[in-house]
């Protein structure tokens, strides 16, 4: 168990419709990452938050939108949906700002887009 | 760009047979080094690390080398298990940035 919480686990929903993907953190950790994980994609790199305020942003779509809460926890925001959307998404935290830390996976929302 | 290149899975061994899984990357400057495990169902765990040329990572019997000259960190074990049937990535890092950048992940499948 690495302490990085997602829910819900599993989320079905249709085309066009909006979804909110849950992350908390380890306790501690200030840093949270999102990744979508898709077939024909690969694993990759969303956006980051800091304490708060994003810190570094990667392949996320303007459909999709994320905030980092006074209590650390995140949510992934993914709106007019595509079937093109359905991914196992990853949440992931650690300590520091930027570096070397190790980085914790939370065990991932798997989202299917009918 | 950074990038991270492994090599094409499947890979099937038998119990205690010998594994390499190939990585080589492209990055600016000084990236840090890693390979994650994903078993069936879960997330990611990061397995070893290295953050600098010559570093060796290692942990569970898993090693893997920073070739700055070769630019590559493949990972080995000398003797596999049935348990250790996982997907495997390596990913980098580059100095003062946080997000990781995966390679396509390796199957490992080990028969008894």
């Known amino acids: 168990d690495s302490g990085v919480t997602q829910t819900p686990k599993h989320l079905i929903t249709a085309t066009g419709q909006r979804v909110t993907l849950r992350c908390s953190p380890r306790?501690?950790?200030?840093?949270v990452y999102w990744y979508q994980q898709s077939l024909d994609q690969g694993l990759q790199f969303l956006i980051q938050?800091?304490?708060?305020?994003?810190?570094a942003k990667g392949n996320i779509l303007e459909r999709f939108s994320a905030q980092q809460f006074p209590d650390l926890h995140s949510e992934l925001n993914l709106s007019s949906l595509e079937l093109g959307d359905s991914a196992l998404y990853f949440c992931?935290?650690?300590?520091?700002?930027?570096?070397?830390?190790?980085?914790?996976f939370g065990p991932g929302t798997r989202l299917t887009v009918l | 760009g950074n990038s991270v290149t492994q090599m094409e899975g499947p890979v099937t061994l038998s119990e205690e047979a010998f594994l390499t899984i190939n990585c080589t990357y492209t990055?600016?400057?000084?990236?840090?080094l890693f390979w994650y495990v994903q078993y069936p169902g879960e997330g990611l765990q990061l397995l070893l690390k290295a953050t600098k040329a010559d570093d060796k990572g290692s942990n569970k019997g898993f090693e893997a080398t920073y070739r700055k000259e070769t630019t590559s960190f493949h990972l080995e074990k000398g003797s596999v298990q049935v348990s250790d049937s996982a997907v495997y990535f390596c990913?980098?890092?580059?100095?003062?940035?946080?997000?990781?950048?995966f390679g396509t992940g390796t199957r490992l499948q080990v028969f008894p």
């Open positions: 990055a600016t400057g000084y990236p840090s």
């Open positions: 990913a980098l890092t580059r100095r003062n940035t946080d997000k990781l950048i």
């Open positions: 992931a935290s650690s300590v520091g700002r930027a570096g070397v830390g190790e980085q914790f």
């Open positions: 938050y800091y304490n708060g305020e994003e810190r």
């Open positions: 306790s501690g950790d200030l840093s």
